[in-house]
């Protein structure tokens, strides 16, 4: 039973995240530290994506939002950019039947028109495939950039606006919201970043403005279950005021 297991780990299943963000960092010097090349530290990374996509099926969190490749990580190495890509697109085709069968939806976020046409075949399938499942949404995050995504919100609010089927007045935090990739989805509750750096390098730079923020210094490949159950358990303990006080 769904209680047990929240009893064993110690977790209020009331006071769980609805929406998770995870900047998944780390592999590059995971594979440094094993004499290994970094596209084997990405490899070992797509098995921790996994884990994290069944941990957060199992903890009932019905959004979990990936960093998996962000508009920057196209001036990596050629030869980099192309593993990543086939990797994605691999982990796609054999994790889809996967996602389906628990009931995960799958939804990209970002220039999906820059990835390979390969990738975007695959992906398209699964999302059509997932497309009517409801326990969870799996968001990927592929050449994505925050200032992207606005600068586009921006530009499509103002072409409206031109058109006259947007009034000024009408522009509002709302309204902006609705024109971002995440659109009709809640913010993030919380956000993890692995690898230790401090900083949230141009990742949902509107939706995060009242996430709790986890950094982890583990490297993302080295990420497990149980880190992931310690940082559950410590966004319960927060006080999540949204910069208002709360009187007792
Ligand atoms: C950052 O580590 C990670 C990435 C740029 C890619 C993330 C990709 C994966 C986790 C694997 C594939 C993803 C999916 C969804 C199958 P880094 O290379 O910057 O590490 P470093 O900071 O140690 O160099």
Known sequence: MKSDLFAKINIDPVK?????AIIM???????KKRLMNRIMGHEKGAETVR????SCREFEIKILTLYAFSTENWSRPQKEVNALMKLLEKFIQSEKDELHNKN???????????LPEEVREELDSAIERTKDNNKMTLNLALSYGAREEITRAVRKIAYEAEQGKVSLEDIDEAMISRYL???????????IRTGGEMRVSNFLLWQIAYSELFISKTLWPDFKRNEFIDILQDYQK???RFGKVICS
Do not use: C, F, M, S
């Open 16 to 20: 769980l995240p609805v929406h998770v």
């Open 51 to 54: 884990t994290v996509i069944t």
């Open 104 to 114: 995960i939806k799958l939804n990209v976020i970002g220039q999906k028109e820059r």
């Open 238 to 240: 927060r006080d999540r």
């Open 181 to 191: 990739y995440t659109a009709d989805r809640p913010d993030p509750d919380l956000l």
């Open 25 to 31: 960092d780390g592999n590059g010097r995971w594979a």
